[in-house]
Every structure is written in structure tokens, then in C-alpha cells.
């Protein structure tokens, strides 16, 4: 069997099955795979060469930017490593290609804490006041989900996933299933986010019985990542907030304070289930930049007159 799209189908089979790789990461290899199919001239396997891959790598830097290049070339190598592995291929082509990638550092965008510090006081505002039981406890349930993603640094993907009995509140831990079928557990060490679980766990609890996932909506389904998403623009609206805050942000902040407190990076890295020390050393960059406002402004030096 030469035929190139048949051969992708069985190599995304073996993915799920064999490798029991996640759906999202299914869903991001078919993706690459079929634009790669449909932006080659050539449908036989034993016809792409090095000038068809040069080709096409050279029409995505046209395209995308060199992260999402090096991200689809990356689907595109494990496709050819497999090739190589059920020798299909005597010869992988990308053995012949050198791949080098210059990425701009992107600084990670960071929540001011006095921001995070207003929008929870709106949140926990809202819960008191609310004028009915539906609205107190749609609050409760919001502000059970920013405390959560603050005090834990959690993915947004990974927070809405969360199994009922992935919490332990008693032992005031979480289980948490990351990118690449990763298990890591954190301690949430602060007794008011504890406090503010345990309330919405017990307001909640039929509907998370029923959903068997932690963080639901009042109609016992599971909370979406698109909810969350409008939850932080309404409190932020209502706090008067100009910043545009994403749930991926408080990962960010969660992070840096850490760093900018003298936590050990690797310790870090663990929290947030990072797979290299090279993803964490991203929130050094963030560190520095502290740094040197503390220098700049701190320092005893500028108040000499020589």
C-alpha cells in the first residue's frame, strides 16, 4: 500500500489506538496531515522527496507563523518517522533537512495582581447581593473558577476537565490531567479558596453528581471554556477593568508571581506540568523585566547628586 491518504488514515488510527493520544491532539495531526495532502502535487508516498517537503515548508512560512510552522512540521515528522518505523519508507527525507527556526520570544501577559484582587471583589460582590438564588449561585460558581485558576495555574482545558473525583477538599489537592496524558497533583494552600470550593461543591452538588464533572452549569452540564471566557469579560466590564484578561493570563500570573517570590523554577515547572525546563524559562524574561524596575526604582543610587 503506497496510497498516501490511506496510509495517513491508518497512521491516525494507530495514533488513537495504540498510542491513545488525546482527541485534541487527533484533531490537530488531521488537520496538519490533510493540508499537507492537499498542498502536495503527489497522492504515492514513495514520490515525496526532499523538494516536495522543501516546497511545501517553504509555503507555510508563507503563511503562518514560525511557531504554528513548527508546530504542523512536527505532526509532518512523526507522520515520516512512522513511515520509516513500519518500513514503508527505505528512506526518510527529512533525514536530508535542517530545520531551524528563529521565533520571536513572546512575553507572557501577566494579570496585575491588584486587577486579580478587584475582579474577585466584584465577583464575591455579586454573591452577596445577588437578587435571586439562580444569580448567588451562578456567582458562587464564578468565583469558585477564578480563585481555582489563580491558585493552581491550571489550563482552562485542563479546569473544565476536571472529574468530581479529581478534587479532594479535605486534603486540599487536585488531580490534574495535562497535555500528553501527564497526571500531576497540587495543594491549593489557601483556606479562603478552599472555603469558597467547599461552598460552591455543596450548592452545586446535585448537578455535580449528576455531571460527574466538578465545574458545572445550574443545568447539570459541564462548564465550557467558552463560558468561562464570557464569565471574565462580564466581571471584568463590571469591574471597570480596560485590560483584556484570558483564563490562559492567570496561568501566566500564577507563574511569574512564583518566580518574582524566589520560587525554584523547576518547582514551577512542576505546578504546571511543563515537560521542559525550556517552556518555564519563558517567565524569567517577565522576572527580569521586574527586576529591573525594582532597580531602577529602588536603588539608592538615584537619589545621588554628583
Do not use: W
Not at 494579570?111 to 438564588?133: D, F, M, N
Not at 469558585?144 to 472529574?163: K, P
Not at 464570557?230 to 501566566?252: C, E, Q, V, W
Request: proline share 3%; glycine share 2%.
Amino acid at each position: 500500500m503506497n496510497d498516501l491518504q490511506a496510509l495517513i488514515d491508518s497512521y491516525l488510527d494507530y495514533c488513537e489506538n495504540q498510542k491513545r493520544l488525546d482527541s485534541k491532539t487527533l484533531k490537530a495531526y488531521r488537520i496538519d496531515l490533510e493540508q499537507f495532502v492537499t498542498s502536495i502535487s503527489v497522492s504515492q508516498v514513495s514520490e515525496i522527496d526532499v523538494a516536495v517537503l522543501e516546497n511545501y515548508i517553504s509555503s507555510l512560512h508563507h503563511k503562518y507563523k514560525a511557531k504554528t510552522v513548527k508546530r504542523k512540521l512536527a505532526s509532518l515528522k512523526a507522520l515520516f518517522h512512522y513511515f520509516e518505523y513500519r518500513d514503508i519508507l527505505d528512506k526518510n527525507p527529512f533525514n536530508k533537512i535542517h530545520l531551524k527556526f528563529r521565533e520571536p520570544i513572546t512575553l507572557p501577559r501577566v494579570i496585575p495582581l491588584h486587577t486579580i484582587e478587584a475582579l474577585l471583589s466584584v465577583i464575591y460582590r455579586q454573591c452577596s447581593e445577588a437578587p435571586t438564588l439562580y444569580q448567588q449561585k451562578n456567582a458562587l460558581r464564578d468565583a469558585a473558577v477564578i480563585e481555582m485558576l489563580f491558585a493552581t495555574g491550571i489550563r482552562i482545558s485542563e479546569l473544565c476537565s476536571l472529574r468530581k473525583e479529581d478534587i479532594n477538599l479535605q486534603e486540599q489537592s487536585i488531580l490534574i490531567y495535562g497535555k500528553g496524558a501527564k497526571e500531576r497533583r497540587l495543594q491549593i494552600g489557601n483556606d479562603d479558596v478552599i472555603h469558597t470550593l467547599k461552598n460552591y461543591s455543596k450548592e452545586f452538588f446535585p448537578q455535580i453528581q449528576r455531571c460527574n464533572y466538578f465545574f458545572v452549569n445550574q443545568n447539570g452540564n459541564v462548564l465550557s471554556d467558552q463560558a468561562v471566557r464570557r464569565m471574565i469579560n462580564k466581571y471584568a466590564s463590571l469591574a471597570a477593568i480596560d485590560l483584556h484578561i484570558t483564563p490562559h493570563m492567570f496561568r501566566h500570573t500564577f507563574a511569574t508571581s512564583l518566580l518574582e517570590a524566589d520560587v525554584d523554577i523547576r518547582y514551577i515547572q512542576e505546578m504546571l506540568g511543563h515537560s521542559s525546563i525550556h517552556i518555564t524559562e519563558i517567565y524569567t524574561h517577565v522576572a527580569m523585566s521586574k527586576q529591573r524596575d525594582i532597580l531602577t526604582e529602588k536603588h539608592p543610587r538615584k537619589d545621588f547628586h554628583i
